[in-house]
């Protein structure tokens, strides 16, 4: 059964076998659904028809709908892409760059990380086309063909560079995900007893049949797109950055942005990662997958993003009185003491000195604290865009033109909009697809078919289900490669 | 072991071996049909899809286009060429003569007219707005009959004979009241009524009324000469902006301003006044006083220049100065007060006798005929009303029960008299009480001559036939008098005198101007001057409120006016207040000490209490308010103006005060906090330059004098070479201009901050209208806006020497008397446009001329390129301002075919989500460049003007080509470089085409030095 090292913790706990490990992720799939996530769809359901609400009086009535004015353009909606984009960091930072590194712990985590990472884009890609005064005409943005002779889009700008950046990370995260989800999906298709649930998986996992070659594809393309999204998460976030950092508004304005967006972009991601994994843990009864050594290693990714964070914002201030421009020093005075400087504390509250409380060893290994703690840092990272956003743009060069801005109905109803998008999406991806990868967990249970079983009950004290008999031979589509074992 | 893949492969078969290694086995191509005449699939499929498409083609309805071809074509309209037709605009007390541009045969923009002497060009904001009044949709269309409580048509005749016949058997008076009429061919035709019906008395009141300054000076308004003066003192007299002939005098004071290497020396201009006024704020010594103390002020005066000994209950080191500076320069200076008090006045024309002023900046020969209003007539008028001994009263254009303070007098007047006639061109607050309402026609549908000064005669003549069942209310008169004629006739009958021949008249008509007189002297005031002597007894008579009294200053304000003439003009009331930026509305200016004594913030609603009347608005808080006082502006509040004009502030004319000396416009108020707040809508609410040079630079004109070439402090950068001004180094290629290169200067110390230009440019460009609630948002769409920055008295280096925490905060605040600087803010057309590099679909690129164009139907609205503007003025149509209903009441010309006539053609009106911005007049510009191709030369320098540079009554704006060495602005420039001429924010080295000139304040002197120390 399950062997247990006598020096490294488990990544799977619970003594699963290989069976438990395809019974206890196909049983979402395949159960009824509960009333939780039912209770969980019909909030998100709700809040998906707020999107569509405010989409409608954004769309028909025009952007004098939103809060904003002359002087301040861009506030919530450019607030909430960065901070979407940022969010769809860590599905490809544990996707790619862990499995570049063979940090194997990632395997329990990365499909719920990646699937984030995919509907936090879509949410994202809401606000480029929403925040557009003609969104009908969006696809000006590509370099297409037509028949104006030189009518082309603008290279120099740096929203153009997003729209390459964002629809490249979106496709490669996709095809990622997709990929990982075939094995399962043909696990999931074998297992089906109803006929709409057998086409649709069949027609899902296209054609796999689990051979060697197959799985040796599998890997390649794996390693293949890992290799080719590891840029990506530093590419997207720093040409997000470079929306700012090549304007020439004070605060915007800044060398140090690139690393400090792409900081805090996987900061902000971990966070998000965290809050979905603690929840459905709990929801899903994935204890033994998700365990608290994969949320002591995410919170302690968080703290060094935290801090990288930090410094930057201190570097700002630094670089502000250092340059000697009066504009640039006025945008950080205000930043901090000008009429929104509540945000500016939340911002440093959040983002700074709470993710430092993970030193504490306990409150790195508690579920209770970690959550509040990712939420902090969810809020923190929202209140950062907001601030670098806003109280740039409002207080710029002329005095005569500086304004303050608040929110409109529908600027908050497109955001709690997305968040209804987003969990809808969650919830249905959680509710009809693996949420684990269970090709992948296979691999790195410790498990033997020859020594017969070695788990140690006094290891699983706390383990939920008993272990159950062991059902030799392995399942269809699991690649048991024994000399891969370590 | 080998598996087979059929029995094929075992066999190997010839065609099998075939196809064994291509990867695709070959398809029968079965689809393909030999038979002619079966359609193939794909064929059917292509008929199919171009038959759906087609039938859905057919099914859409082709929209109907309204487009008429003349049957004759008129010889003298060219489609899409304009015409340009002198005429005269004087409503409101403001005479501006003016270039009437049409197209098409409607009138769609007011230009200054250059021939006229009096205004030379220049255009008042309320001139440049009121081509709109003319497609007024809330104008009365027809002549019409009480009934009831409302109005029902009746034929023009019909009226005529009602009116004739109920004229006819009038026992009493009749009057026929108007503001002051200028025209001298209305006032025979007013003659001719009043022989026809001898007991007629025609009475004159203003809304603004000057009869105590008309008192003084023997029932004339002196012509006044500010150019000629070195020293300049009012007492009150919101000259630049409204006080009686501002764009004349705009014009004479800013000559006296303007400076450069060839004349280095400019007037001195000292303010006492009450409320911050538009003069007040480009005066460079300002002193508040109450209104209680301007009579004192007068003595004061009068005494320290005369040297007449009397006590003086008014001491201030800054009057002495003004003594001082105004005896220095006998014969060069010029005293003018607002005050409608005779006393103060008399004294005022004394002063300036004194001094030698008359002849020189004082003409008595040409005396001024734009305010002919006695208070004293128009009050024993509303007595005789209500006691009944009137007969019958015309409203010629007066609407005395809204803007009269003894409005409801007159309103219970008008019902105690038997016959009441309205010639206002709507039913408004006066007009519904009357019985008959004979419409007058909107004066561009017709003729008129005037004499706003005596010996300059000007013209108005028809650009359209009337566009509603109107009539001119001189033909009304004359018919009623018995004269059938039309007015045309009888106005050139009248000319004949000045222009006995056709030709003559027809270059009058042409030119819109001419010289000679035809007005009959001035009527006799009801009371004479005063001798200074009797003047300052008077004036130590007069009762003082008591020292914590609140006193109320009443004042108009430069765009709307005091009569509430022009209160349904949107673009008016969306024209920000020059000094407050105040929109929409009016509101109570208090000074920040009774704000904070009060616990008042701005917007907390107040009653304010007068003369048993009471009003409530917001407060706002007004720095150089006097302490103690606090004014509102008229010309608010009605409620028969018409869609836009209704219900916006209160009305605050009931508020002045009737004495015996006529009408004053000021009282003793108390004020009462109420629970409500209602938001102003300004357009700038932050008020303080914040000490940021590089934006808008001023200098005091010791220092300019002393060392010109430093006077700028323009940022440096370093470089290999040393320091270098900012746009020594670049990263980028410049451009090429190889033909045209356009650009713009601004005098800083010529400009007044009136916003003539601000409306201009709405005119010319079809800018929308977006209401106070937008406003509000800040959403305001103007393409050019006048800032304004208030002194402030705390200064960066309290933070960057001393440290100080909550220095910046402290730069907020405005100090409470502090100094103005107006910089007008247009885009800046940045050779370097930060805007340009950062749109992704190229809406907004770099002209082969200069010019930093914007492509309406290429922009998508991402707004980043206005985030990236340094200067903010792009402007986003968050909104469709033509269509959402939302905006019908205060952009309702857009929505009517009515309105759109005044639209100019040649400007897209722009669809929601676009972006927008000054363009510098780009089709001005195509225009003159194709003009003078057609002429096979270059254009000249002049020919090509920006909508701005062209109503700007101080000639501050300069715009031309700087390829152009000899270009007004190349020389400006050359002249400039390196003393007064600076870029807005240089060191961001955008490189603007437009170009600044340091505002120079002559408020620096030994004394003053000593007091600023």
């Known amino acids: 059964m399950q062997h247990v090292s006598a020096v490294r913790e488990p990544l799977v706990t619970g003594g699963k076998t290989l069976h438990d490990v395809t019974q206890d992720i196909c049983y979402q799939v395949e159960a009824k659904p509960n009333i939780r996530w039912m209770a969980a769809l019909s909030v998100a359901l709700f809040f998906l028809g707020v999107f569509f609400y405010s989409v409608y009086r954004t769309v028909w009535y025009g952007i004098g709908e939103w809060g904003l004015n002359k002087t301040v353009n861009w506030a919530w909606d450019i607030t909430n892409f960065v901070w979407w984009v940022g969010i769809g960091h860590a599905g490809t930072l544990i996707s790619a760059v862990l499995l570049l590194f063979r940090q194997k712990w990632r395997s329990s985590i990365n499909r719920a990380a990646e699937a984030m990472t995919i509907f936090a884009v879509i949410c994202a890609a809401m606000f480029p086309v929403l925040h557009m005064g003609r969104p009908w005409l969006a696809f000006w943005v590509f370099p297409l063909q037509n028949t104006y002779g030189s009518l082309w889009a603008n290279f120099n700008s740096p929203l153009l560079w997003d729209v390459f950046a964002i629809s490249t990370y979106f496709t490669v995260s996709l095809v990622f995900w997709y990929i990982g989800l075939i094995p399962d999906f043909a696990t999931i298709r074998d297992r089906a007893k109803g006929t709409i649930a057998k086409f649709s998986y069949s027609m899902l996992s296209f054609g796999w049949k689990g051979s060697a070659k197959a799985w040796s594809r599998y890997e390649t393309v794996s390693l293949i797109l890992a290799g080719v999204s590891t840029p990506l998460v530093l590419s997207v976030h720093t040409i997000v950055s470079m929306d700012f950092a090549t304007s020439i508004v004070p605060g915007w304005h800044t060398t140090i942005f690139p690393p400090y967006f792409v900081a805090g972009a996987i900061f902000s991601g971990f966070a998000m990662v965290l809050t979905l994994m603690l929840i459905t843990r709990v929801v899903f009864r994935l204890e033994d997958y998700i365990t608290l050594e994969h949320i002591a290693l995410m919170n302690k990714i968080m703290m060094v993003t935290g801090s990288i964070v930090g410094v930057a914002y201190i570097t700002e201030f630094f670089i502000a009185w250092y340059s000697q421009v009066e504009f640039e020093q006025y945008a950080f005075i205000n930043r901090a003491t000008g009429p929104y400087w509540w945000a500016y504390a939340a911002m440093m509250t959040c983002n700074v000195i709470t993710p430092q409380l993970v030193w504490i060893r306990r409150v790195r290994y508690s579920i209770p604290l970690t959550f509040v703690l990712s939420i902090i840092v969810n809020i923190g990272m929202w209140f950062e865009r907001f601030v670098i956003i806003v109280t740039s743009l409002h207080r710029d060069y002329l005095p005569s033109s500086w304004a303050m801005f608040s929110p409109s109905i529908i600027d908050i109803g497109l955001y709690l909009g997305t968040l209804g998008l987003f969990f809808t999406l969650f919830l249905l991806f959680a509710k009809f697809f693996p949420v684990i990868n269970m090709a992948e967990v296979k691999t790195i249970l410790k498990y033997t078919v020859d020594n017969g079983p070695t788990y140690n009950p006094k290891k699983a004290a706390h383990a939920a289900p008993a272990p159950q008999p062991a059902i030799h031979g392995a399942p269809a589509s699991a690649p048991v490669n024994y000399n891969k074992h370590d | ?1013």
């Open chain 2, 1 to 1013: 072991m080998k598996y087979w893949k059929g029995i094929e492969e075992l066999e190997n078969a010839p065609e099998f071996m075939q196809s064994a290694f291509a990867e695709f086995m070959p398809v029968k191509e079965s689809y393909e049909s030999k038979d002619a005449t079966s359609a193939p699939r794909r064929d059917f499929l292509k008929l199919m899809g171009f038959g759906v498409a087609a039938a859905t083609l057919a099914s859409c309805e082709t929209p109907v286009r309204k487009a008429i071809p003349y049957l004759n074509k008129p010889e003298e309209i060219d489609p899409s060429i304009s015409n340009f037709y002198a005429s005269t605009y004087f409503t409101g007390a403001d005479y501006n003569a003016v270039l009437v541009k049409t197209r098409e045969g409607r009138p769609i923009k007011l230009e200054g007219n250059p021939e006229s002497p009096i205004t030379n060009g220049g255009l008042s904001a309320r001139a440049q707005a009121a081509v709109l009044s003319l497609y007024d949709g809330g104008r009365l269309q027809n002549f019409a009959i009480k009934a009831g409580n409302g109005h029902e048509k009746v034929e023009q005749a019909a009226l005529d004979q009602a009116v004739r016949t109920k004229l006819a058997a009038t026992t009493g008076r009749i009057a026929i009241v108007s503001p002051t009429i200028i025209s001298p061919t209305t006032k025979k035709a007013i003659a001719e009524f009043a022989a026809r019906y001898p007991n007629t008395t025609h009475v004159m009141y203003d809304s603004q009324s000057v009869t105590g300054l008309l008192q003084a000076n023997n029932g004339i308004v002196p012509g006044y000469n500010f150019s000629r003066a070195n020293i300049i003192v009012s007492l009150g007299a919101d000259f630049l902006g409204t006080w009686i002939s501002p764009v004349e005098y705009s014009r004479q004071y800013a000559m006296t301003r303007k400076i450069s290497r060839d004349k280095r020396s400019m007037s001195r201009h000292y303010q006492f006044e009450t409320a911050m006024s538009l003069t007040g704020s480009n005066a460079d010594i300002r002193v508040p006083v109450k209104p209680s103390e301007m009579g004192a002020v007068a003595v004061a005066l009068y005494n320290a220049v005369t040297g007449a000994g009397g006590a003086s209950a008014y001491k201030n080191d800054k009057l002495t100065q003004a003594a001082k500076d105004l005896t220095a320069n006998r014969g060069a200076s010029l005293v003018v007060s607002g005050s409608n008090d005779p006393a103060v006045q008399a004294l005022v024309a004394a002063i300036n006798q004194a001094l030698g002023n008359l002849g020189t900046t004082v003409d008595l020969t040409a005396p001024s005929n734009v305010r002919q209003g006695d208070d004293a007539r128009m009050a024993a008028l509303v007595n005789d009303m209500n006691n009944g001994s009137v007969g019958a009263v015309i409203f010629y254009n007066a609407n005395p029960v809204y803007n009269h303070p003894l409005g409801q007098k007159v309103k219970s007047g008008i019902a105690k008299v038997p016959l009441t006639i309205s010639l206002n061109d709507r039913l408004d607050e006066t007009g519904m009480l009357c019985q008959y309402a004979a419409p007058d026609s909107h004066w561009l549908e017709s003729w008129n001559d005037y004499e706003p000064k005596r010996g300059f005669l000007s013209l108005a003549q028809p650009v359209i036939t009337p566009l509603f069942s109107t009539r001119q209310a001189q033909e009304s008169l004359l018919r009623w008098a018995g004269n059938n004629t039309n007015y045309y006739k009888y106005l050139r009958a009248s000319w004949r005198a000045i222009t006995p021949s056709d030709s003559a008249w027809d270059k009058v008509v042409h030119d819109g101007v001419a010289t000679g007189t035809a007005l009959a002297a001035a009527p006799a005031m009801t009371a004479a001057a005063l001798s200074p002597a009797a003047a300052v007894a008077q004036i130590a008579r007069a009762s003082k409120p008591a020292a914590n009294a609140v006193e109320l200053a009443l004042y108009e304000k430069v765009g709307l006016g005091a009569a509430g003439c022009e209160s349904n003009n949107p673009f008016l009331q969306e024209l920000p207040d020059p000094v407050s930026k105040a929109t929409w509305g009016n509101y109570v200016a208090v000074p920040r000490k009774m704000a904070i004594d009060n616990k008042w913030e701005q917007g907390d609603v107040i009653k304010v209490t007068a003369n048993g009347y009471t009003i409530e608005l917001p407060v706002l808080i007004q720095p150089g308010q006097t302490n103690g006082t606090v004014s509102i502006a008229l010309g608010y509040g009605r409620t028969l103006a018409g869609k836009a004009g209704d219900k916006v502030g209160a009305n605050a004319a009931p508020l002045a005060m009737a004495t015996a000396n006529g009408l004053q416009f000021s009282n003793v108020v108390t004020l009462e906090k109420t629970d409500a707040t209602s938001p102003i809508a300004q357009t700038q609410t932050h008020h303080t330059i914040m000490d940021r040079k590089p934006v808008v630079q001023e200098n005091t004109l010791v220092q300019y004098i002393k060392n010109p070439k430093e006077v700028t402090e323009y940022e440096k950068v370093a470089t290999p070479d040393g320091l270098e001004k900012p746009n020594k180094v670049s990263l980028w290629q410049d451009y090429q201009y190889n033909n045209h290169h356009w650009g713009m200067a601004v005098d800083l110390n010529s400009c007044i901050g009136c916003g003539s230009c601000v409306i201009g440019c709405q005119t010319e460009n079809n800018t929308a209208v977006v209401g106070k609630q937008e406003v509000i948002n800040r959403r305001e769409m103007h393409w050019m806006r006048i800032d304004r920055y208030y002194s402030s008295d705390h200064h960066k280096d309290e933070f960057e020497t001393v440290g100080k925490v909550g220095t910046y905060a402290a730069m907020e605040d405005p100090s409470d008397n502090p100094q103005v600087i107006f910089q007008p803010m247009m885009c800046q057309q940045c050779n370097h446009a930060p805007c340009e590099t950062v749109c992704p679909v190229l809406a907004t690129t770099h002209s082969s001329e200069g010019l930093n164009q914007m492509t309406y139907n290429r922009c998508i609205g991402t707004r980043y390129c206005a985030n990236n503007c340094p200067y903010k003025v792009r402007r986003f149509n968050w909104f469709s301002y033509y269509s959402n209903e939302k905006f019908e009441t205060v952009n309702g010309h857009m929505f009517t075919d009515l309105g759109r006539m005044v639209l100019n053609p040649d400007v897209t009106v722009r669809a929601r989500g676009v972006m927008e911005k000054c363009s510098f007049c780009v089709q001005r510009i195509q225009l003159g460049k194709l003009e003078a191709k057609k002429q096979k030369r270059r254009p000249m320098d002049g020919e090509i003007v920006s909508a701005c540079a062209q109503s700007c009554p101080t000639e501050a704006i300069v715009f031309g080509d700087m390829r152009d060495p000899n270009s007004r602005i190349s020389q400006l420039l050359r002249r400039e470089d390196g003393e007064r001429a600076f870029h807005a924010l240089e060191s961001i080295n955008v490189q603007p085409n437009v170009t600044y000139l340091t505002k120079i304040r002559n408020a620096e002197s030994e004394f003053f030095a000593k007091e600023n120390a």
